[in-house]
């Protein structure tokens, strides 16, 4: 074991190798590295909250999801009894058209019925009085009438409408 | 093995021993511990440099993320003992570890390899493994007691490092004995460092010889076991190296 100038030589060596380290190796590996858990810890967090995000989504989908359906249903409640008002609605329009058309139907009848009846009157008078001119015209006896007012009878029953 | 050329095994073994050395009297340059100790100093620091200018947030390549797990290791380790800046203490710590590490594993090439190398190249000595000469540790450990002092100054101001070494274990009236004791406690720090690298290291670099010296046929399961045993103390040293820095450089920053 002989000391000698070596050692000098050796500490100016291993005194050179730690500044350069200390120098241009160890500060940029350090900030890589805590550049690297900065980002590590930052994507965690991201990754967190966007996981929180998400539940929140969630439960805002399942409540509309919930508000829609309901309004749904009433929409349904609400058309239905819509229908059945505007059904009810035609029915009394159509009842109500449908005795309009009565009525009207049962006048006109009434006056077709006058009118025949107007008009038999007068064939009934006229054919009496035709009968009567005949019966004065040959002589006044029930028994030699009996003929003409016989005939003037079926004539009646016959005709009537005319 | 060159053992067959008229050499016996001690001879060997001395000449395995001996630093390829330049000078005379104190100012002797091991001319080999030099070279291996600089040349792997520049290869850890192209190769980080490489990793850190190059260091991203993104997806890292595989040596970004080597250097990583060094330098995490690194940090993790000061962290766990020194409380305070790390600036400066942590970017040391991967310097002695990496640094050590690299010198240890030349141990693990072949014993004649590199001397043969050398010895075509008309060099006679070669020593490869730096940690093996007590120079490069004494340098070592002598820098780190350099800045244990420093360290101290720094964090208790010159009153305060007086009275730290004055005054403590036993209180001011016993004084003579605070100072002798802590002589020598703070002398024991780099004796220790240096003698317990360079003993591992020589003792492992001695054994390499010794089966060497072995006929072929029982060398290579020796050469290996040893070889594999030999991964766990180098890694060890290294560790123990830069865990006993971290450690007295946290006790001279917080003193007794």
């Known amino acids: ?162 | 093995m060159a053992t067959g050329e008229g050499l016996d095994s001690t001879a060997y073994i001395k000449h395995h021993l001996q630093n390829l050395a330049v000078g005379e009297g104190f100012w002797v340059f091991n001319c080999d511990t030099l070279f291996f100790s600089i040349a792997l100093g520049i290869f850890f620091c192209i190769l980080f440099r490489l990793a850190a200018s190059r260091a991203t947030a993104g997806v890292p390549g595989k040596l970004q993320n080597f250097v990583e797990v060094m330098v995490e290791f690194a940090d993790t380790q000061v962290k766990d003992t020194f409380h305070g800046k790390r600036d400066f203490i942590a970017p040391l710590a991967l310097t002695v570890f990496c640094w050590i590490f690299l010198m240890n594993f030349m141990d693990l090439l072949p014993v004649d390899l590199l001397p043969r190398v050398a010895s075509i190249m008309g060099l006679h000595h070669l020593k490869v493994v730096p940690t093996t000469d007590p120079n490069l540790t004494f340098a070592m450990s002598l820098t780190v007691f350099i800045l244990i002092i420093a360290c101290s100054f720094k964090a208790k101001g010159v009153s305060g490092f007086i009275k730290d070494f004055t005054c403590v274990p036993f209180g001011p009236k016993l004084l003579p004995f605070n100072v002798v004791l802590r002589i020598v406690e703070e002398c024991a720090k780099p004796v220790s460092l240096a003698l317990r690298l360079f003993g591992n290291l020589y003792a492992g670099e001695l054994i390499f010889i010794l089966i060497a010296t072995l006929p072929w046929a029982v060398q290579w399961p020796l050469g290996a076991a040893w070889a594999i045993f030999h991964l766990l103390i180098i890694t060890l040293q290294a560790f123990i190296f830069m865990m006993l820095t971290i450690v007295y450089l946290s006790l001279a920053h917080q003193g007794h």
């Open chain 1, 1 to 162: 074991m002989n000391l000698n100038a070596t050692l000098l030589g050796q500490m100016i060596t291993f005194a050179i190798l730690i500044g350069f380290t200390m120098r241009f190796v160890w500060p940029p590996v350090i900030a890589a590295l805590n550049a690297r858990q900065k980002k590590i810890a930052d994507g965690i967090a991201a990754a967190e909250e966007a996981e929180q995000e998400l539940a929140m989504a969630k439960q805002e989908k399942e409540v509309i999801l919930q508000g829609a359906k309901q309004e749904a249903i009433a929409i349904v409640e609400q058309a239905n009894k819509k229908a059945g008002q505007v059904i009810e609605e035609a029915k009394m329009v159509a009842r109500h058209e449908g005795e309009r058309i009565l009525l009207s139907v049962k006048a006109e009848a009434g006056q077709v019925y006058k009118r025949a009846q107007d008009e038999l009157k007068n064939r009934v008078v006229a054919l009496v009085l035709f009968g009567t001119e005949k019966i004065l015209g040959r002589s006044v006896s029930a028994e030699g009438h009996q003929d003409i007012l016989e005939g003037l009878l079926t004539d009646l029953r016959s005709s009537p409408k005319k």
